[in-house]
């Protein structure tokens, strides 16, 4: 079976090194060991990059990620995450099993969906002076849901031992969390497999601190 040039060519991520979403679409590239490049979108700088009619014209809600892979471009990073698993060999980022496959989507979604969203730098620009206490009651009532689900659902990982979809989307909502002085140490079992996860080559690797935009002071 021939293979088109747009398959054989690398995926470009368009991405920002401290946007959560596009950290959740690096880990799922190095979990299964795919070269690609970056072409940074600065949400800050001149405005945000971001806004642009050029970006609008790859991801209409102006937000990033957005993947160009495969002679298409995605946005959304679990949807993204969900069609790097389903194309490329490798570790699977979603379990066989229907129901850790399900438990894998609902933390996810929880995540993405249920805290994640509420930090966005669009949403905390319109919060303003609050923008602290505003992510941190966002990010503990999430972390309140979140944790008695993985006290059921983890081992070594959010689901079970193997790493999935749902750890990379854990590591950086509590990087998040961080930055906004959240303790995470209310939190034991999101603690514990976080810490577990940083020590992981793909973790670190896509880490915030080590990307082609980082700025110099927050270089690791």
Not at 174 to 187: C, L, S, T
């Amino acid at each position: 079976m021939r293979l088109s040039l747009a398959c054989l060519a690398k995926p470009i991520l368009h991405g920002y090194f401290r946007s959560s979403c596009s950290w959740r679409v690096r880990i799922a590239f190095a979990l299964k060991g795919v070269e690609y490049d970056q072409l940074p979108v600065n949400l800050i700088k001149d405005g945000g990059q971001q806004l642009t009619e050029e970006y609008k014209a790859l991801n209409p809600m102006q937000q990033v990620p957005a993947v160009e892979i495969d002679g298409t471009t995605l946005s959304q990073s679990l949807a993204v995450i969900q069609y790097i698993d389903e194309t490329r060999p490798g570790p699977r980022l979603l379990p066989a099993d229907p129901k850790a496959r399900a438990q894998v989507r609902m933390i996810s979604d929880l995540i993405a969906s249920g805290i994640q969203p509420l930090q966005n730098l669009y949403v905390i620009q319109k919060i303003g002076a609050e923008k602290m206490q505003w992510s941190q009651h966002f990010i503990d009532r999430g972390f309140q849901a979140l944790e008695p689900i993985l006290k059921q659902t983890a081992g070594k990982c959010c689901v079970g031992d193997e790493i999935s979809m749902a750890d990379i989307c854990l590591v950086p909502q509590v990087y998040n969390a961080e930055r906004f002085k959240v303790d995470v140490g209310k939190y034991p079992t999101i603690k514990r497999l976080n810490e577990a996860l940083l020590e992981i080559e793909a973790f670190q690797v896509s880490h915030p601190s080590r990307q082609p935009d980082t700025p110099d002071d927050l270089r690791a």
